[in-house]
């Protein structure tokens, strides 16, 4: 069972820039950003293959946002440019070893990180 621990949310002006960071442990073959206002349903993100490939990006992030990871610390990464209001969020990692994986269907996975408060306002 893999372990998920997001850290660098925080609050920023619209505009600027932050990177998120889900340092995981254990196997997984799928890794995705999500977030959730809350009260509001969870909101998938952003989602690629440990492996390479499988990127995907929702509508509302796409061309502003960026995943990726670092094999060698074993770390996942969102970097979210441009960042608007709407963007205020809960964000967090999730992961599964399998590849049905689909960021409109949080079901689809098993592990989940803790989560990490992003604030865009003025």
């Known amino acids: 069972q893999v372990q998920l621990v997001e850290s660098g949310g925080g609050s920023v002006q619209p505009g600027e820039s932050l990177r998120l960071s889900c340092t995981a442990s254990?196997?997984?073959?799928?890794m995705a950003w999500f977030r959730q206002v809350p009260g509001m349903e969870r909101e998938g993100v952003a989602r690629?293959?440990?492996?390479?490939?499988?990127?995907l990006y929702a509508d509302s992030v796409k061309g502003r946002f960026t995943i990726s990871q670092d094999h060698v610390k074993n770390t996942l990464y969102l970097q979210m440019n441009s960042l608007k209001p709407e963007d205020t969020a809960i964000y967090y990692c999730?992961?599964?070893?399998?590849?049905?994986?689909?960021?409109?269907?949080?079901?689809?996975?098993?592990?989940w990180g803790q989560g990490t408060q992003v604030t865009v306002s003025s």
């Open positions: 690629m293959f440990t492996g390479g490939g499988g990127e």
């Open positions: 999730a992961a599964d070893f399998r590849d049905s994986c689909r960021i409109r269907f949080p079901s689809d996975f098993r592990s």
């Open positions: 254990g196997y997984s073959y799928c």
